[in-house]
């Protein structure tokens, strides 16, 4: 399975994660490559999310995570950075 098929999958399992936690709309931004891998909403909230992925724990996403923070949102948006690690599951790094 290649990188990009990784990611896929990853970001659809984040993806029915938030609709089974009660997100009433959630999407991907298939093909994207923006910062923005997937959106949700819920009454009046927004979340704007970036997913990775790592084999190990002992990942780093120093770079992506300084960017990621910098983007500017509206104070109804959640910002959240997750990255999927192999036989451990989601990890939320980020989140304001």
Known sequence: MNNKR????TENKYRLKLLE????IVQRSAGSKSPI?????????VMLIQMK???TKNFSYKKELQKFI????????????????????FITIYEN
């Open 70 to 89: 910098k983007i500017k949102v509206p104070i109804s948006c959640t910002k959240r950075f997750v990255v999927w690690v192999d036989r451990i599951g």
């Open 53 to 55: 992925r790592s084999k």
């Open 6 to 9: 990784r990611g896929t999958e």
């Open 37 to 45: 891998d997937i959106w949700a909403l819920k009454e009046e909230e």
């Open 21 to 24: 936690e009660g997100w009433d």
